[in-house]
């Protein structure tokens, strides 16, 4: 069994889960909306550490295939029935730019009566005051998160760092923890049920930014993940290009980031560790996520 024990079957993993038991949430038909907000369309943009390649996340209509809700809800009736596929998982790029696709795709399956046993979404939590503003100007349904919320699905949320400066640093582009924490506070409003994950925390600050979180989420920490980087095939190429940029080895360049990500993450593993000691009496990721009350908003 895994030690990092989460995606995808993030939803089900139980401590001493039988392997029967997990499979299920394994099979996912995950495909990805074509764009990030995070980035700008070069092939160094977007977050250092995201393993979608530049291509993929450019967000470039002339490039890709378009897939219409029926299209997509076909193809998942079809691995249905051929392979038992369960789970159905948005990704990207950033969902949450058109959240209308969500809600659309909840209801056609509702309409074929296709019950997923799952449906995941991820999402960068920057885009509450867009969605705000898509709801005023008539773009998109008013309460469209609340709507979404009804079809029940779990969302991956990412905090891209614990300061502004780290958050910047890590997507190379502009956002910050008030941005983050304001969408994350409009999703769990509308009664989302949320899996949230911290990318490359920088630990100097991630016990500051515990404290702020739990003044609006006070029942977060147990249900906080920090996530683990790895270097992927398109995570290696913008680097390699940023090094040429900035006129550095890339063998360097590629060794320094992996060596800071694994230590930010391992010394803020133990941050979190002594944080959950201490406020919850259980040890960092000892009671599994789905077995703890959903995020709630302070009232
Ligand atoms: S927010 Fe997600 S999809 Fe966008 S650049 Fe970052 S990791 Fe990639």
Not at 223 to 252: C, E, F, M, N, S
Request: aromatic share 8%; glycine share 6%; net charge negative.
């Amino acid at each position: 069994m895994r030690k990092e024990f989460d995606i995808p079957h993030w939803f089900s993993a139980k401590a001493n889960d039988l392997l029967e038991n997990i499979l299920p949430y394994d099979m996912a038909m995950t495909y990805q909306l074509k764009g990030c907000n995070f980035h700008k369309g070069g092939q160094i943009d977007g977050c250092v550490f995201c393993y979608v390649d530049d291509e993929s996340n450019s967000g470039n209509p002339d490039k890709g295939v378009y897939l219409s809700v029926e299209n997509i809800v076909d193809s998942f009736q079809k691995m249905q029935k051929g392979r038992g596929t369960k789970v159905i998982r948005t990704t990207g790029g950033e969902p949450f730019l058109v959240p209308e696709h969500m809600l659309a795709l909840y209801r056609e399956l509702e309409n074929r009566n296709v019950k997923p046993i799952l449906a995941q979404i991820d999402t960068n939590l920057s885009t509450g005051r867009l969605i705000e503003h898509l709801e005023k100007e008539g773009i998109v349904e008013k309460n469209i998160l609340g709507k979404i919320a009804e079809y029940d699905p779990k969302l991956l949320v990412a905090f891209k760092g614990t300061s502004d400066e780290s958050i910047r640093q890590n997507i190379q582009a502009v956002c910050s923890v008030e941005e983050q924490t304001y969408t994350l506070k409009k999703i769990v409003e509308a009664g989302l049920d949320i899996y949230p994950y911290i990318y490359n925390p920088d630990p100097k600050t991630l016990e500051s930014f515990m404290g702020k979180l739990q003044e609006t989420f006070p029942n977060i920490l147990p249900r906080i993940h920090i996530g683990l980087l790895k270097v992927y095939t398109p995570t290696k190429q913008r680097i390699t290009l940023l090094a040429q940029k900035y006129d550095v080895d890339p063998v360097q360049l590629i060794a320094s980031y992996e060596s800071a990500w694994k230590s930010n993450y391992e010394e803020s593993c133990k941050i979190m560790d002594t944080l959950c000691l201490k406020q919850e009496g259980v040890h960092y990721k000892e009671i599994p996520r789905v077995e703890t009350e959903r995020v709630k908003v302070k009232v």
